[in-house]
């Protein structure tokens, strides 16, 4: 049952010594040789203070890592992510200790037993940001409604693949009895298909915070009368053939050091074949297989391989009906990363037939 699935969240952390502690007195050079050397600390007195120490080793990063090409800023978020984990701040009573910190709801939401802990400081920015996203909403260019992110749930800040998804929709003239969204996310993809139609969608995710999210937003909607959950891999115990079949999986490959928060952005090397390989059997003899991709990977010089067009030389199990694509709107000026090769993407859906 949806009911006993476990959500996932950052793991409380209970020192048995008391961690050295951070303020604005501390030196912070000292501080971050520490946080090098392994060594855990505990913010005190204001939040800001965590924002600082943040700051500031993010400078120190930046000039090992300058991030001028896309490894090197990969380099630099493996670095930050090892050494802020070491940060910690406490949480007495589901409110965070320090002064002037964000009263942030997921604190009592997720850990109702837990009374005294501490977690990595960035682990906190994340459920705040989170947080706010969940209270109030976000609209999308695709719907008519506001979507309600869970924490933990992979949602979407760039919205040109869904646009590319929306027009494809409105030409579709196939039979609309059934759809199956395979990673089903904020379950944005899904809602879209409803609104053009699909009387039945079924969505899976192996994110148990993506089902539990979705099972409380859509609640007894009519909306979660069209949309039937399941929390597993691909397609789950579906085994009824659909007209339409929908995946709109991560860009990237998955780097050695992934962690499994990442899931949603990297691939591991066996997904898409596996993916391949169980639609094959679930779409009707006439149906439709959508893949939204990106060009990505191959622009920045992370793989030469498209794990769509492999399948389709090598496969023999679907051809090409069309391939659409898009540019990609240029990077916020406001970003601090080079995003240069933006320039050069697009993201792409890959609308694939029985061959």
């Not at 505990?42 to 930046?62: A, C, D, P, V, W």
């Amino acid at each position: 049952m949806i009911t006993d699935i476990i959500v996932n969240k950052p793991e409380p952390f209970f020192s048995e010594q008391p961690l050295p502690q951070f303020n604005r007195s501390i030196n912070v050079a000292r501080t971050i040789r520490g946080l090098e050397a392994g060594k855990p600390i505990m913010i005190t007195e204001f939040y800001s203070n965590g924002l600082q120490l943040l700051k500031e080793l993010q400078m120190h990063l930046r000039v090992k890592f300058p991030g001028l090409t896309f490894d090197e800023q990969r380099a630099n978020r493996s670095a930050f992510r090892a050494l802020s984990s070491l940060i910690y701040i406490k949480i007495v009573d589901h409110k965070l200790t320090v002064k002037k910190a964000p009263s942030i709801g997921w604190l009592e939401k997720l850990y109702p037993d837990e009374n005294n802990f501490l977690l990595p400081f960035t682990k906190v920015q994340g459920l705040n940001s989170a947080w706010q996203w969940y209270q109030n909403g976000m609209m999308l260019p695709v719907l008519r409604n506001k979507i309600h992110p869970y924490y933990g749930v992979y949602f979407p800040t760039r919205f040109d693949h869904l646009i590319l998804f929306d027009n494809w929709l409105k030409r579709y003239e196939g039979p609309k009895k059934s759809a199956i969204d395979v990673g089903i996310g904020s379950g944005v993809l899904s809602f879209q298909m409803v609104k053009y139609g699909f009387q039945k969608v079924f969505g899976t995710d192996t994110n148990p915070n993506a089902i539990v999210g979705l099972t409380e937003s859509m609640g007894d909607t009519k909306m979660s009368r069209k949309i039937e959950l399941e929390f597993a891999p691909l397609f789950g115990t579906i085994e009824k053939q659909t007209e339409l079949i929908v995946f709109n999986p991560p860009w990237l490959p998955a780097p050695q050091d992934i962690d499994t928060n990442d899931e949603a952005i990297y691939y591991n090397e066996n997904l898409f074949l596996d993916f391949f390989t169980e639609a094959k059997k679930r779409l009707l003899p006439e149906g439709k297989l959508v893949v939204l991709f990106s060009n990505m990977a191959q622009i920045t010089d992370v793989t030469k391989e498209h794990p769509i067009e492999k399948e389709l030389a090598e496969g023999g199990r679907f051809k090409l009906l069309n391939c659409l694509k898009k540019p990609v709107k240029a990077a916020s000026d406001k970003t601090k990363r080079n995003q240069n090769w933006r320039a050069d993407e697009e993201v792409e859906l890959w609308e694939l037939v029985h061959a």
